[in-house]
């Protein structure tokens, strides 16, 4: 058994035990057989190397994160930099885009209560 730990991530898989056998026409076949499990054994170890490398769930990012002492006070400005990005994209897409995302955050009912608004200021 290879058992990997990253924090916030848990990898573990079975080894592959190779025998040896003849083949159907009494050949060995053993370095046939071994080539190719080799191989897959390869391709396995390079997804499972990925795999640790990319810890892609939300889960694998807090205990990340965790491991290392991370605060909510230490991404602060992370977010603030990236949610002021997005404001500036949305807002550069024009009506549609603004319309858009809100929609996508609020639903109908709210988006159109937040212009029911603005058609008021806008009137006054």
């Known amino acids: 058994m290879i058992t990997v730990d990253v924090p916030g991530l848990r990898l573990a898989t079975e080894l592959i035990e190779i025998r040896s056998f003849q083949a159907a026409n009494d050949t060995p076949g053993e370095p046939v057989l ?4 080799t191989e897959i054994l390869s391709y396995r170890n390079r997804i499972l ?7 892609a769930d939300l889960g694998g990012l807090v205990g990340y994160a965790d491991h290392f002492g991370i605060t909510p ?3 602060h400005e992370d977010v603030h930099d990236t949610a002021g990005a997005q404001a500036a994209e949305v807002n550069n897409a024009g009506l549609e885009g603004q319309l858009s995302y809100l929609l996508h955050h609020y639903g109908i009912a709210k988006t159109r209560r937040l212009l029911d608004e603005r058609a008021g ?3 006054a």
């Open 34 to 37: 071994r080539a190719v499990l």
């Open 49 to 55: 190397r990925e795999l640790v490398t990319v810890v």
């Open 73 to 75: 006070e230490d991404l």
């Open 121 to 123: 200021n806008a009137r």
